[in-house]
């Protein structure tokens, strides 16, 4: 980890895990709990060291587990404190209770998943099964591509997750391995523009407690009987609307960004050459910078190749989705984890409901790849590319193409 | 290590650079490799390397368990840590200019532990002409995390590396 400086740099070479660490220092939250975890790990070090440094002005917590991480810093948000943690695969696994009840809590909290492929078999490496099989809890979910952006949606999403049309904690999901470990060059916003950026804290007082003014917080609700059925389904729908009310929210906050820092990342979905493209893949997180590569490699060679790739994943960028979809005449899905019960990616079977609603038919192919730490490189692109362009002459793999099955 | 140090020296010289360190299990004396690109233009892929353009062998020993020379590309460059004289190493044809430098004698000179990773730096700065030696050291001041006799210590290192490495560039030698 980099040594602390006298003055704070305008940039620094660190690990995606160090960017992230910068992210929670630059949004000055008010807690910050965390138990480590392979390959989250260093980040609780950069944080720890941070926070030994005087440079982060939190209140760590060393907690005995994730489980316990996660329920101080409910307690924390509840009284409107503005909180931070990061987890990984079993972690996260270990943090499912308090986990599956933040978002009903409405609790605007920020967590980094530090993704890594689910055990069994033994692995510590990367993979996106952990975010992925958590996908439908309600956390709002952004996948990162480049160390930059680690450190910058991390920023970002205590803007959207304190958001009063959203209050919903946010997952920045970033990669095990090739970004958690990746060494770049990172640039550093300024305090004092990340301060601008974040503005004060906006605590939903209607549920922070006061001991002024006591009340209930989450009594029983529900029942088949009496006012709980509407009042659950209220409560539900509510929930649903602030999913909903995060996608137009992201966009704003990303733009908002832009315009303070001059970065500017695409904030649901990015496509990539898609305009006058007969077929596109879809990719998500740090294996899209290979695919860039693979798809100028294509167009090199006379092919007219696309790509979309997924920022936010959850909410589901259904209309921007569908909208980039429609440009193209086949699909190919990068998956850096399985649906077991579909037998096909997880982000393929989204793109499958987006198809749905579109008037023409496209074909889909799912491609499986970069599980536990593998390697999606430009030629495994290629052949995703390849395997895409063929389905316009009508061979469509009805089963997912292991994209690693020949890695030796 | 060594790969974090080289990134930062690069970045201070302008260059993109993305380092990606490969390693398992927390466990001492594993084999580890890191894999480093650096270009005058934003890099986009975040993957491993497998046509090296130039291989740093940081302990002589290595080569026992893996095959350091795997993907080599032609007119490759190596920087080996080795006490042997260039014609006792079996080297293929792909080389094209090998820095040797018995780092392992130094490291055990200089820190009393085999730790190789500042001297072999050194080494490579030689060896390539890539990166000054000004900016490692710069590196290892301002981002190593080390002070006091460490950085002392990993800065004599870096010079000795830098100074003793004998550099040779190989004839091609004819296809057979």
């Keep these: 980890m980099s040594a602390l400086p006298q003055a704070r740099p305008q940039h620094v070479v660190c690990d995606g895990n160090e960017a992230a660490a910068w992210g929670v220092v630059l949004s000055r939250p008010d807690m910050v709990a965390v138990y480590p975890i392979t390959p989250q790990t260093s980040l609780v070090e950069a944080l720890a060291q941070f926070a030994a440094d005087g440079v982060l002005d939190a209140e760590m917590v060393e907690a005995e587990g994730e489980h316990s991480v996660l329920s101080v810093l409910q307690g924390a948000c509840l009284a409107g404190a503005r909180t931070y943690t990061a987890t990984s695969g079993p972690g996260l696994a270990f943090m499912f209770e308090p986990y599956i009840r933040t978002p009903g809590l409405r609790l605007p909290m920020v967590m980094s998943i530090v993704t890594r492929d689910t055990l069994s078999p033994q692995c510590v490496w990367g993979g996106h099964q952990d975010a992925m099989s958590v996908r439908e809890i309600g956390w709002i979910q952004m996948y990162c591509e480049t160390v930059q952006e680690i450190l910058d949606t991390v920023i970002m999403a205590f803007k959207v997750a304190e958001h009063r049309d959203v209050m919903l904690p946010v997952n920045v999901c970033h990669d095990g391995n090739y970004l958690s470990f990746g060494v770049c060059r990172v640039d550093l916003p300024a305090q004092g523009g990340v301060d601008t950026f974040l503005g004060k804290p906006d605590t939903n007082w209607h549920v922070a407690l006061d001991p002024d003014r006591p009340m209930g917080v989450d009594p029983l609700t529900g029942g088949g009987g009496g006012p709980g059925p509407a009042l659950f389904a209220r409560y539900r729908k509510g929930q649903c609307r602030g999913m909903q009310n995060a996608l137009g929210v992201i966009e704003d906050v990303h733009r908002d960004f832009g315009e303070h820092f001059g970065r500017r990342h695409a904030p649901l979905l990015e496509e990539y050459r898609l305009d006058d493209a007969d077929y596109a893949i879809v990719t998500i997180g740090s294996m899209t910078g290979a695919a860039k590569d693979a798809v100028d490699e294509a167009r090199a060679r006379g092919q007219r190749a696309g790509l979309i790739k997924v920022k936010t994943y959850r909410p589901f960028p259904l209309q921007a989705m569908a909208q980039a979809l429609g440009k193209v005449k086949a699909v190919g899905v990068v998956d850096r984890s399985v649906s077991f019960g579909w037998n096909c990616g997880p982000l393929h079977q989204d793109v499958l409901g987006t198809l749905a609603t579109l008037p023409q038919r496209v074909p889909a192919v799912s491609f499986i790849g970069g599980l536990a730490g593998a390697d999606l490189t430009p030629a495994h692109f290629a052949r995703a590319l390849q395997t895409t362009a063929q389905t316009l002459a009508g061979a469509l793999p009805l089963a997912p193409v292991w994209l690693n099955e020949s890695d030796r | ?176």
Aim: charged content about 25%.
């Design chain 2, 1 to 176: 290590m060594a790969a974090n140090l080289l990134a930062h020296a690069l970045v201070e010289e302008g260059k993109h650079v993305v380092a990606i360190p490969s390693f398992g299990f927390e466990r001492r004396g594993a084999p580890v490799a890191a894999f480093l690109r650096f270009d005058e233009a934003p890099i986009r892929r975040m993957t491993n390397i497998y046509e090296p353009d130039c291989i740093v062998c940081i302990d002589p020993t290595v080569a026992r368990a893996v095959n350091i020379f795997d993907g080599i590309r032609e007119n490759a460059m190596l920087v080996q840590a080795t006490r042997k004289a260039l014609g006792e190493l079996n080297l293929p044809r792909q080389v094209a200019r090998a820095g040797l430098c018995d780092a392992v004698g130094i490291a055990l000179e200089i820190f009393r532990r085999p730790i190789t990773n500042t001297i072999m730096l050194g080494a490579f700065a030689r060896t390539s002409g890539l990166v000054r030696l000004e900016s490692l050291q710069a590196a290892l001041r301002g981002e190593g995390g080390l002070r006091d006799a460490a950085l002392e210590q990993n800065l004599a290192a870096l010079a000795r590396g830098y100074e003793v490495t004998a550099v040779h560039a190989i004839e091609r030698r004819a296809a057979a």
